[in-house]
T-cell receptor
Framework: GDSVTQMEGPVTLSEEAFLTINCTYTATGYPSLFWYVQYPGEGLQLLLKATKADDKGSNKGFEATYRKETTSFHLEKGSVQVSDSAVYFCALSPLDYKLSFGAGTTVTVRA | DVKVTQSSRYLVKRTGEKVFLECVQDMDHENMFWYRQDPGLGLRLIYFSYDVKMKEKGDIPEGYSVSREKKERFSLILESASTNQTSMYLC?????????????FGSGTQLSVL
């Protein structure tokens, strides 16, 4: 079935470092792709999305590009802050209705 | 702002008890979902509902049931709680036209079954 695989964490960075979280997907057809973020003690919230190949989603300094040729949707941020410490989930919405989430990557940013 | 409210943040129950987890949303969303979140496994869909009195099984429905008597409320029921149901439970909702696109999540209920 359709699924996503994201890099395992935890990831620990210093403030202003570059962040990349890898996400690859397996799908029949052309799903929409998402990144959700979960801050400590909160529910998940949508960070960004892309609905077709070569689309770039962006929000709060984060970016991800839908790469059909490599079946990837890697999340990047050029300069992280302590407030970016959270769990990040890659997700896929295939042609049926079930959203599939990756295992999550815990990111900790040190001052 | 959309609000999805889960009735309890932490819950401790005994094996064999019947457990109710309640979720209420205030944005007139048609779709509602229950997920469980476990370390290393991410979110797994238990049940969802796209209308009042409608329900569909997700990926791991065994040991659970749901109830949707009113549009704003979606309840998850553990008929006889077991220790392997210790987990974080997340409720979510969305508009029908945005099925599985933008989900709005509650803060979660951490359930411990002893």
């Amino acid at each position: 079935g359709d699924s996503v695989t994201q890099m395992e964490g935890p990831v620990t960075l210093s403030e202003e470092a570059f962040l990349t979280i890898n996400c690859t997907y397996t799908a029949t057809g052309y799903p929409s792709l998402f990144w959700y973020v979960q801050y400590p003690g909160e529910g998940l919230q949508l960070l960004l999305k892309a609905t077709k190949a070569d689309d770039k989603g962006s929000n709060k300094g984060f970016e991800a590009t839908y790469r059909k040729e490599t079946t990837s949707f890697h999340l990047e941020k050029g300069s992280v802050q302590v407030s970016d410490s959270a769990v990040y989930f890659c997700a896929l919405s295939p042609l049926d209705y079930k959203l599939s989430f990756g295992a999550g990557t815990t990111v900790t940013v040190r001052a | 702002d959309v609000k999805v409210t889960q009735s309890s943040r932490y819950l401790v129950k005994r094996t064999g008890e019947k457990v109710f987890l309640e979720c209420v949303q205030d944005m007139d969303h048609e779709n509602m979902f229950w997920y469980r979140q476990d370390p290393g496994l991410g979110l797994r869909l238990i049940y969802f509902s796209y209308d009042v009195k409608m329900k569909e099984k997700g990926d791991i429905p065994e040991g659970y049931s749901v109830s949707r008597e009113k549009k704003e409320r979606f309840s998850l029921i553990l008929e006889s709680a077991s220790t392997n149901q210790t987990s974080m439970y997340l409720c979510a909702s969305s508009f029908r036209s945005q099925f599985n696109e933008k989900l709005f999540f509650g803060s979660g209920t951490q359930l411990s079954v002893l």
